[in-house]
């Protein structure tokens, strides 16, 4: 922000008295990744020295799944994408040519 000011950014430094707040603390809560046909990988580890769930396969893909219908937002578009994953798990993926 400062080299904005400095280069004629216009207001970008006419308040540097202004409080922005607390400062930006980055917290890990694990890393989860879908990587094949009903596979995953799961680390729920704070780090790599600290315990924790750290798995992969079928259990890990279930988790995941569990924990991307939490972050839809809307209850339609989770049923929405829950009945879209039943179908592609029954009858798998439409390979058909448009």
């Known amino acids: ?5 400095k280069m004629g950014g216009g207001k970008a430094g006419s308040s540097p008295d202004k409080d922005f707040g607390e400062q930006f603390v980055y917290k890990h ?8 046909r009903y596979k995953a990988l799961v680390d729920l580890r704070q780090s790599k020295e600290a315990k924790g769930v750290s798995m992969a396969g079928f259990v890990s ?13 809307s209850w339609r578009n989770r049923f ?3 009945v879209n994953w039943a179908t592609t798990f029954v009858f798998g993926r439409d390979i058909t040519r448009i």
Request: aromatic share 18%; glycine share 6%; hydrophobic share 60%.
């Open 1 to 5: 922000m400062n080299r904005l000011a």
């Open 80 to 82: 929405y994408v829950a």
């Open 29 to 36: 809560f694990g890393s989860m990744a879908s990587v094949g």
């Open 61 to 73: 893909w279930i988790i995941w799944r569990s924990a991307y219908l939490t972050r839809v937002l």
